[in-house]
């Protein structure tokens, strides 16, 4: 069977800004820069953009063109041993991708509400209470469904559908082409407005003043590093199946580049939208602005909904903000669903539609846990071990793989044959050295913070429990691809 490819160049540059464009850009971003020094963050950023972002997407959309496969088939052609790293990412995306949806319903639900702050004056108590219904739960103790939350999802899984459903060009594309367009101009709409603001011009400088004491700190690279890779969408299966769908003859170091430059730029925009807002809301009730900077879901649902209540034309510039907020999303969800459906069609050859029934209809169904009262804690939890395991350990595999028990010059030359400029030696440097040291730090640190203090006084069995099945269920099924083919 033939494979699909992207209609055009535009196409594909836009679908892969779009998965690495998400949620975390908006507000996970800003805080992060705010926390870790301010502008001084920008050095050891940047580096990381330059020593691990780059060269791990010329890494992936070289082993994606050239395989032409999802994660689980490419990384099978490279090593048939390694089949089973492919089927760990596919898993991890699958398990972000049924939370991730929540936040998109919660997104969505705002969006709504936002024409007319329906949340009222009591922004924390509005989404904690009212609106999550959050009460004595916990991770494994989630209540009831949430109807409201429930609805709202369904939206959001049945327009990830008909872009999956769609297939690459007619539905992945097309979906890409219009949103992230519209992404794009309607932040710096806000930008443009909100930047005019009362203290605006306070709250962009207090995250860009630099606090170069933090440049030695090694947890600041830590983190300029975990939040490349975290927002990339690199080494959990996503642009190894993007990039399968590449023509033959496509610029590969050129379209790398630009993905990531994107990306980062769309990040550092996103700072100056958020902080213009803080630095309002500070100036308009005559508090610090550490009193109204918060991180995650916070930032999202309370600061910045109280924020629209203080501006002016709030139901102009906030359904403009969570529409923002609901196409960031989106454009990340159906990527990681696509990751997913393209590894089951490769491997058991259903046709698309068939594939798109089953993921979006199990993925539907499993995500109801998160549209509980305990929806919220159940996420946290797995969003934690998701990112800061899954992602993180998979990443160092697939470097190890690929740079020391495989030949790095090897994948350097094809990504050279299929580029207009030439990547040279430090594209080996980085990757077989760089990038490896800072992921194995990352991940023994956050081993070691999880063995020895926990994670949000949680019970962290589940966690562990979700990356062991996840593992095995990747292990099998190697185990299984390689007896079928003893057997033939």
Not at 122 to 147: C, E, M, R, V
Request: hydrophobic content about 55%; overall charge neutral.
């Amino acid at each position: 069977m033939k494979r699909e490819q992207w209609g055009s160049r535009v196409g594909f540059i836009m679908a892969a800004v779009g998965s690495a464009v998400g949620l975390g850009n908006i507000w996970r971003f800003p805080y992060m820069a705010y926390e870790n020094g301010g502008g001084a963050f920008f050095i050891p950023y940047l580096f990381a953009m330059i020593t691990a972002g780059i060269p791990f997407m010329i890494l992936e959309f070289s082993m994606g063109q050239r395989h032409r496969g999802s994660a689980p088939k490419t990384l099978k052609a490279i090593s048939s041993k390694f089949e089973w790293l492919g089927w760990f990412q596919v898993g991890v995306a699958a398990v972000i991708a049924i939370y991730y949806v929540a936040v998109i319903g919660w997104a969505i639900s705002y969006f709504g509400m936002s024409f007319t702050q329906s949340w009222g004056a009591d922004t924390n108590a509005y989404f904690f209470k009212s609106y999550l219904h959050l009460g004595d739960n916990s991770p494994t103790n989630l209540g009831s469904i949430q109807w409201g939350i429930a609805a709202a999802m369904l939206i959001a899984w049945a327009i990830t559908y008909s872009a999956i459903a769609g297939g690459v060009k007619a539905g992945i594309e097309r979906a890409s082409k219009i949103m992230m367009p519209v992404l794009f101009i309607m932040v710096l709409a806000l930008i443009a407005r909100m930047i005019t603001l009362p203290g605006a011009l306070e709250g962009v400088n207090y995250m860009f003043q630099p606090d170069f004491s933090k440049i030695w700190d090694v947890k600041v690279w830590a983190a300029a590093y975990g939040q490349i890779f975290f927002t990339l969408s690199i080494g959990f299966s996503i642009m190894l199946a993007y990039s399968s769908y590449l023509p033959e003859k496509s610029d590969i170091s050129n379209n790398a580049f630009m993905t990531v430059l994107l990306n980062c730029g769309f990040s550092i925009v996103s700072g100056i939208m958020i902080f213009s807002v803080l630095g309002y809301m500070a100036t308009s009730q005559g508090k610090p602005i550490t009193d109204v900077v918060s991180a995650g879901v916070g930032l999202a649902f309370v600061t910045v909904p109280e924020a629209i209540n203080l501006l002016p034309m709030p139901y102009i510039l906030g359904p403009l903000f969570f529409f923002a907020l609901v196409v960031a999303g989106l454009s990340s969800h159906i990527s990681l669903l696509e990751a997913v459906t393209s590894a089951i069609i490769d491997k058991l050859h259903w046709s698309r539609r068939k594939a798109a029934n089953v993921v979006v209809g199990v993925g539907f169904v499993l995500s109801m846990a998160f549209a509980t009262n305990g929806g919220l804690l159940l996420l946290d939890l797995v969003d934690h071990f998701a990112n800061n395991i899954g992602i993180i350990a998979s990443c160092l595999v697939e470097l190890i793989l690929m740079t020391w028990m495989m030949s790095i010059a090897e994948s350097r030359e094809y990504a050279n044959q299929h580029s207009d400029f030439h990547i040279g030696f430090w594209f080996d440097v980085c990757l077989r050295f760089i990038s490896p040291a800072i992921l194995a730090v990352i991940i023994v640190t956050k081993l070691n913070t999880l063995l020895t203090v926990g994670y949000g006084g949680y019970d962290l069995t589940l966690g562990w429990v979700m990356i062991a099945v996840l593992f095995v269920i990747g292990v099998a099924i190697n185990v299984s691809s390689k007896d079928k083919g003893v057997q033939a």
